[in-house]
């Protein structure tokens, strides 16, 4: 996918934001941290909704477990790319609703849910050590889907202003 120096720039803006969030504004949850990264990332899939998009969620997570759990870092890089590839697809595929975002995101954010109880299940080498940080992993997922139900309506404002400013100048 062909890119212009606007996506690549907001890709490259997006890659350190999530990786601030994830990595500097934590709580403690067993076996790991709880975090609104997830928020950070979809909201930025509205504005780089293409594979650089994609790419930098996996990576600016990654990057944050890589400085604090490095144990989750290939289990993140993989949670956190698909969890944003299925928002943009779920988002294409919905009917186009105001609150289509919100379901698309309710969905893509079980993927780190399961995925982080199935990760720690075999980090650990037990699905009860797994299920000991699901708790948190669903605060964690509720939370995120709240904040983001609040936001994305400012953010896609923001999305037109900026598109349409952006085009003005050409």
Excluded at 19 to 31: A, E, H, S
Excluded at 113 to 125: K, R, V
Aim: aromatic share 12%; hydrophobic share 50%; with cysteine.
């Amino acid at each position: 996918m062909k890119a212009g120096t606007n996506q690549l720039s907001l890709a490259a803006v997006m890659l350190a934001s999530v990786f601030v969030v994830t990595r500097f504004v934590q709580i403690p949850i067993p076996l790991g941290y709880f975090n609104v990264g997830n928020t950070v990332i979809l909201l930025f899939c509205l504005l780089v909704n293409n594979s650089y998009g994609i790419a930098a969620s996996g990576i600016g997570s990654a990057l944050a477990d890589l400085m604090s759990y490095p144990v989750y870092t290939v289990p993140t890089l993989l949670i956190k790319t698909l969890m944003p590839w299925i928002f943009l697809k779920l988002g294409k595929l919905l009917p186009q609703k105001k609150y289509t975002p919100v379901v698309s995101a309710a969905f893509a954010t079980l993927i780190p849910l399961f995925g982080y109880t199935i990760a720690g299940g075999l980090i650990y080498g037990n699905i009860i050590s797994g299920i000991a940080q699901f708790p948190g992993l669903l605060l964690e997922y509720i939370a995120n889907l709240v904040i983001f139900a609040v936001l994305y309506k400012p953010v896609t404002n923001i999305c037109r202003v900026y598109s349409a400013v952006s085009l003005t100048r050409k």
